[in-house]
């Protein structure tokens, strides 16, 4: 059975076209808007008014792009108070870039406290040797 359309979009070919200025004039290629779930080939047919996205994929492209989804599907631009207040929102969120180089900085912790335990083992075997080859030198 085919899947009915949604019906929050009342113009596909309006918001395809305000999608595409405001991804152009964000400086991004659709590749760069697409994401796991939405590629670059359904950007294209979103723009050209073929296919109506889904909600959740018209939030994603409005925050990528810093624009309302109700700038996208209607036209209307919200008061810049409130799309200040959302980036501010967002600014408080970690990015994945910081949250990878935390993750990186604890396993670089966690490598070289292991790096060092096995040094003092390392150290502590040469020690052994050392006093084994002494007391072999001694007894005989």
């Not at 409005?62 to 209307?76: I, N, S």
Request: proline fraction near 6%; charge should be negative.
């Amino acid at each position: 059975m085919p899947r009915k359309p949604s019906n929050h979009i009342d113009d596909p070919v309006a918001l395809g076209r305000r999608l595409r200025q405001t991804r152009q004039s964000a400086g991004l290629t659709q590749r760069e808007l697409s994401f796991p779930g939405c590629t670059s080939a359904y950007v294209a047919r979103i723009e050209s008014g073929e296919r109506r996205p889904s909600l959740q994929i018209l939030h994603e492209f409005a925050k990528r792009l810093h624009v309302t989804p109700e700038f996208l599907v209607t036209g209307e631009k919200v008061d810049a108070a409130l799309r200040i207040r959302g980036m501010l929102q967002e600014l408080d969120e970690p990015h994945p870039e910081e949250v990878l180089d935390e993750a990186l900085q604890e396993q670089e912790i966690a490598l070289l406290e292991h790096i060092s335990k096995h040094e003092e083992d390392l150290e502590l075997l040469r020690s052994m040797r050392q006093a084994l080859r002494d007391s072999q030198v001694s007894d005989g």
